[in-house]
C-alpha cells in the first residue's frame, strides 16, 4: 500500500508542475496597451523614424527607467521606473510609459507616449493598484524638448567645433551669368 501511496503523490507532482507551466505569466507584456488613442502625446520630429527611435529610447534609459519593450520593428516603447516610497510604507509610486514611434507621410517620425502613474497601497495580503494617466502638458513638453536635443554621441566623445561658416559660393556673385577672365598674353618681342 506504501508503494501506491508513493507512485500517486508522483503523479499528482507531475501533473501539479505541468499545469505550473501552463499558468505560468505571460512571455511578452500585453501590447494592447499600444493602441493609439487620445491618452498619448504626440510630437513630430524632422529625423528619420530609426533615429527618433533610438533617441526616444536613450531619454527614457536616462531617465531611469527599466525598459521592458524596445521594439524597432513595431516602434514599441515601454518601461517602468521604480517605486518612490520606502520600502516599509504602506503606499508606493511609481511611473510606467508606454511610447510608439512612427513614420509620417513626409518621411518624417512622430512620437505618441502616454505616461501612468502607479500606485500600490497595502501590505503583501492586501494590496491593490493603480493607475493614473499622467496629463501634465509640461512634462510631455520637457520630454519631447530632451528627445530632440539629446547627444547621440555620448558624453565621452569629444565636444566638436565647428567650423567658421564661409558664405557659400552664389552669395559671392551677382546673377549675371558666368564670364570666364579675358585671357591676356605677352606681347610679341621685337
Same mark, same amino acid.
Given at each position: 500500500?506504501?508503494?501506491?501511496?508513493?507512485?500517486? *503523490?508522483?503523479?499528482? &507532482?507531475?501533473? +501539479?508542475? /505541468?499545469?505550473?507551466?501552463?499558468?505560468?505569466?505571460?512571455?511578452?507584456?500585453?501590447?494592447?496597451? *499600444?493602441? /493609439?488613442?487620445?491618452?498619448?502625446?504626440?510630437?513630430?520630429?524632422?529625423?528619420?523614424?530609426? !533615429?527618433? %527611435?533610438?533617441?526616444?529610447?536613450? &531619454?527614457?534609459?536616462?531617465?531611469?527607467?527599466?525598459?521592458?519593450?524596445?521594439?524597432?520593428?513595431?516602434? $514599441?516603447?515601454?518601461?517602468?521606473?521604480?517605486?518612490?516610497?520606502?520600502?516599509?510604507?504602506?503606499?508606493?509610486?511609481? +511611473?510606467? *510609459?508606454?511610447?510608439?514611434? +512612427?513614420?509620417?507621410?513626409?518621411?518624417?517620425?512622430?512620437?505618441?507616449?502616454?505616461?501612468?502613474?502607479?500606485? !500600490?497601497?497595502?501590505?503583501? %495580503?492586501?494590496?491593490?493598484?493603480?493607475? /493614473?494617466?499622467?496629463?501634465?502638458?509640461?512634462?510631455? $513638453?520637457?520630454? *519631447?524638448?530632451?528627445?530632440?536635443?539629446?547627444?547621440? +554621441?555620448?558624453?565621452?566623445?569629444?565636444?566638436?567645433?565647428?567650423?567658421?561658416?564661409?558664405?557659400?559660393?552664389?552669395?559671392?556673385?551677382?546673377?549675371?551669368?558666368?564670364?570666364?577672365?579675358?585671357?591676356?598674353?605677352? !606681347?610679341?618681342?621685337?
Amino acid at each position: 500500500m506504501s508503494q501506491r501511496c508513493i507512485a500517486s *503523490f508522483a503523479v499528482s &507532482v507531475a501533473f +501539479l508542475s /505541468l499545469a505550473g507551466c501552463t499558468t505560468g505569466g505571460a512571455i511578452q507584456p500585453d501590447r494592447s496597451v *499600444f493602441s /493609439l488613442d487620445g491618452n498619448y502625446q504626440r510630437c513630430q520630429y524632422g529625423y528619420a523614424i530609426e !533615429e527618433t %527611435f533610438d533617441r526616444t529610447v536613450k &531619454v527614457f534609459k536616462e531617465s531611469g527607467y527599466h525598459l521592458d519593450v524596445v521594439d524597432r520593428a513595431t516602434g $514599441q516603447i515601454s518601461g517602468e521606473r521604480g517605486n518612490t516610497g520606502a520600502s516599509t510604507s504602506s503606499t508606493d509610486k511609481g +511611473l510606467k *510609459f508606454y511610447a510608439l514611434v +512612427l513614420p509620417t507621410s513626409t518621411g518624417q517620425s512622430q512620437v505618441g507616449v502616454k505616461i501612468v502613474q502607479i500606485i !500600490e497601497r497595502g501590505s503583501v %495580503f492586501n494590496k491593490s493598484r493603480t493607475e /493614473l494617466i499622467v496629463s501634465d502638458p509640461q512634462m510631455y $513638453q520637457y520630454m *519631447f524638448r530632451r528627445i530632440a536635443d539629446i547627444d547621440m +554621441l555620448g558624453a565621452n566623445a569629444p565636444a566638436a567645433t565647428p567650423a567658421p561658416q564661409k558664405a557659400p559660393a552664389w552669395d559671392n556673385y551677382s546673377a549675371q551669368p558666368y564670364q570666364p577672365p579675358a585671357k591676356t598674353y605677352p !606681347e610679341p618681342a621685337r
